[in-house]
């Protein structure tokens, strides 16, 4: 009788390797962030400072006083523009060019795992943020309990792999920790004009498309959407669904993945310029 | 290809984008336990080939295989059991020694414990230190420990040893023979000759992408005459000896210099005819070819002539 014997394992059953190797990526970077005080007091404090602005000085003159859910939106707009977009941005290029990106492509991490280590706890402090938004929405200013979870849900994890992915390729065109304030611009600056954060309806037509198709601008809206029911400027979720919204906005975030994917692997730049 | 070796390179070449050629056709094969050096000046291809042999970039012609497998299209497979050290790699400088290398190890499929790893490279002591406050030749340790953290069967080293001292240098040396010993192969880049002599069972010399020599250390420079010198008497000088064959002479206007493939016979010859004319041979020089002639020899020759070795 043959008997085909398995090779035995020569260590300790650890967690599946691609989950090990992120992980322990992520545990080093959250290490570091937390040797960076200030870094890390902007990351947790912000929001809490954001609640108490947010909360004593609405914004003024507009259609409307804040309404309900604009806490919890703006704070998680402003979390995926700069605790991740921005960091990312920085953390990437100076592990770049400290040469700590070049080492661990010599070893047995893939380039994606790589990526998605340095930006796990970045990626957590983003979260963190959103929860604080959505808690302070729900005991500071009545907004109540998220109408549609899943969708607020699907509008946080789709901007959060957005804007790692955008930050990844924005790295091509950062030769400096210092530079990224410079080149994080483009990306801040219209998120921020067209993004959602203000009402669209006021930007002349071709803005507004332009608008429709940003990624921000579509979170925004499906935040809005799942945490309310009703869109910023009043439209509800049932006209939304009549003329396929939520479709097309969950459309243009996926673009926006696929588009972001295909230029990180392009343009990514893994080790100084020589 | 016949797959030989534990690293089986044939006729490689690697062009960057620009067109420039840094590799233009090598071949060599390193078998189980064996170390081979690629020995050259800098910008003769050395990194620029160990990259494609590594799997860190593609080759743009020719064959590469690790442990029989395509080093970069099976990365997966091959890398758990490769150990690489770069000819330039960094840390997040805020880290310690330990947490660098526990971050690696949790990035391996089967690591020796940490401090284990720490030890090989005599870094026990600086544990705890921040990899900020590490010497250059501590670094490079951290660097090789790194490398060793995996158990790798088959270990690449960059110019391992630049910028340590001597001392520390011993000290690589003494633990590469202790791995060698154990059965790993190594493929290593120097362009320090007494490393390659020391450490090499075979090395090739690389010169302008192309591998110029390639045998063992003996061999490369078996194939290199031997030098003798002297200062050219004043007053009249009788003439030279008759010769062994192949003698070259070269007379500067302070000082005469032959080459021979057979020492020991050129300078009897010699001796013998200055002492029968009462000749003072001032500075007299005799010394059998050295790497370091044979290095020098290839580097001045300019010549792109590729060995037989390589060719085949």
Same mark, same amino acid.
């Given at each position: 009788m043959t008997?085909?014997?398995?090779?035995?394992?020569?260590?300790?059953?650890?967690?599946?390797?691609s989950v090990r190797r992120v992980g322990a990526l992520a545990r080093a970077e959250a290490l570091l962030l937390r040797r960076n005080p200030i870094a890390l007091l902007n990351a947790l404090g912000t929001p809490l400072v954001g609640v108490v602005l947010l909360n004593a000085f609405p914004p003024q003159g507009d259609a409307a006083p804040l309404p309900s859910a604009g806490i919890a939106v703006t704070?998680?707009?402003?979390?995926?523009?700069?605790?991740?977009?921005?960091?990312?941005?920085?953390?990437?290029?100076?592990?770049?060019?400290?040469?700590?990106?070049?080492?661990?492509?010599?070893?047995?991490?893939?380039?994606?795992?790589i990526l998605l280590g340095a930006a796990a706890p970045a990626v957590a402090i983003t979260w963190w943020q959103f929860s604080v938004g959505v808690v302070a929405g729900m005991v500071l200013v009545g907004m109540g309990v998220p109408v549609n979870p899943i969708l607020v849900v699907a509008a946080v994890v789709l901007g959060t792999v957005v804007f790692v992915l955008l930050a990844a390729a924005s790295t091509a065109m950062t030769r400096s920790v210092e530079m990224a304030q410079l080149s994080t611009l483009p990306v801040v600056v219209i998120s921020m004009v067209l993004g959602g954060l203000f009402p669209v309806g006021?930007?002349?037509?071709?803005?507004?498309?332009?608008?429709?198709?940003?990624?921000?601008?579509?979170?925004?809206?499906?935040?809005?959407?799942?945490?309310?029911?009703?869109?910023?400027?009043?439209?509800?979720?049932?006209?939304?669904?009549?003329?396929?919204?939520?479709?097309?906005?969950?459309?243009?975030?996926?673009?926006?993945?696929?588009?972001?994917a295909l230029a990180s692997r392009r343009f990514m730049r893994w080790e100084p310029r020589t | 290809m016949e797959s030989t070796g534990v690293i089986d390179v044939g006729s490689l070449h690697r062009r960057y984008r620009g067109g420039f050629e840094a590799v233009r056709g090598v071949s060599f094969s390193v078998r189980r336990g064996e170390l081979f050096a690629l020995l050259g000046t800098n910008g003769a291809g050395k990194t620029s080939l160990l990259e494609v042999v590594e799997g860190l970039a593609p080759a743009s012609? /020719? @064959?590469?295989?690790? +442990?029989?497998?395509?080093? *970069?299209? $099976?990365?997966?497979?091959v890398r758990? =059991?490769?150990? %690489?050290?770069?000819?330039?790699?960094?840390?997040?400088?805020?880290?310690?020694?330990?947490?660098?290398?526990?971050?690696?190890?949790?990035?391996?499929?089967?690591?020796?414990?940490?401090?284990?790893?720490?030890d090989m490279v005599d870094l026990g002591h600086r544990a705890r230190v921040g990899v900020r406050q590490l010497s250059g030749g501590e670094r490079r340790r951290l660097d090789l420990a790194l490398a060793l953290l995996g158990r790798p069967?088959?270990?690449?080293?960059?110019?391992?040893?630049?910028?340590?001292?001597?001392?520390?240098?011993?000290?690589?040396?003494?633990?590469?023979?202790?791995?060698?010993?154990? /059965? @790993?192969?190594?493929? +290593?880049?120097?362009?320090? *000759?007494? $490393?390659?002599?020391?450490?090499?069972? =075979?090395?090739? %010399?690389?010169?302008?992408?192309?591998?110029?020599?390639?045998?063992?250390?003996?061999?490369?420079?078996?194939?290199?005459?031997?030098?003798?010198?002297?200062?050219?008497?004043?007053?009249?000088?009788?003439?030279?000896?008759?010769?062994?064959?192949?003698?070259?002479?070269?007379?500067?206007?302070?000082?005469?210099?032959?080459?021979?493939?057979?020492?020991?016979?050129?300078?009897?010859?010699?001796?013998?005819?200055?002492?029968s004319h009462n000749l003072q041979l001032h500075q007299f020089n005799a010394r059998s070819a050295s790497l370091q002639e044979a290095f020098l020899a290839v580097a001045e020759s300019g010549d792109d002539q590729r060995d037989e070795e390589s060719v085949a």
């Open positions: 008997t085909r014997t398995r090779p035995e394992a020569s260590t300790v059953r650890r967690p599946r390797g704070l998680t707009a402003f979390a995926l523009l700069f605790t991740l977009y921005y960091n990312l941005v920085t953390t990437l290029v100076a592990r770049r060019e400290e040469l700590v990106l070049k080492r661990l492509r010599s070893g047995e991490s893939s380039d994606g795992e006021m930007l002349p037509g071709p803005v507004q498309w332009v608008a429709q198709v940003l990624p921000l601008t579509r979170v925004v809206d499906l935040l809005w959407l799942g945490l309310t029911g009703a869109t910023r400027d009043g439209t509800t979720a049932g006209e939304w669904a009549a003329t396929g919204g939520i479709p097309a906005a969950l459309l243009v975030l996926a673009a926006w993945v696929v588009a972001g | 012609s /020719g @064959t590469v295989r690790v +442990l029989g497998r395509d080093p *970069l299209r $099976e990365r997966r497979v758990p =059991r490769i150990g %690489i050290v770069l000819q330039d790699s960094g840390f997040p400088s805020d880290l310690t020694v330990t947490e660098m290398a526990r971050m690696w190890a949790g990035t391996l499929t089967a690591p020796r414990p940490v401090g284990e790893a720490l069967e088959v270990l690449f080293l960059d110019e391992p040893t630049s910028g340590l001292d001597a001392e520390c240098r011993q000290g690589v040396w003494r633990l590469i023979r202790e791995l060698l010993d154990t /059965g @790993t192969t190594v493929l +290593l880049t120097t362009h320090h *000759l007494e $490393e390659a002599e020391e450490l090499a069972d =075979r090395l090739t %010399i690389m010169h302008r992408g192309l591998s110029v020599r390639t045998g063992t250390p003996a061999q490369v420079v078996g194939a290199q005459a031997a030098r003798i010198s002297f200062t050219w008497p004043t007053g009249p000088v009788p003439m030279l000896p008759v010769l062994p064959d192949g003698v070259t002479v070269e007379r500067t206007p302070r000082e005469v210099v032959l080459r021979t493939g057979d020492l020991q016979g050129t300078v009897s010859a010699l001796l013998e005819w200055a002492n």
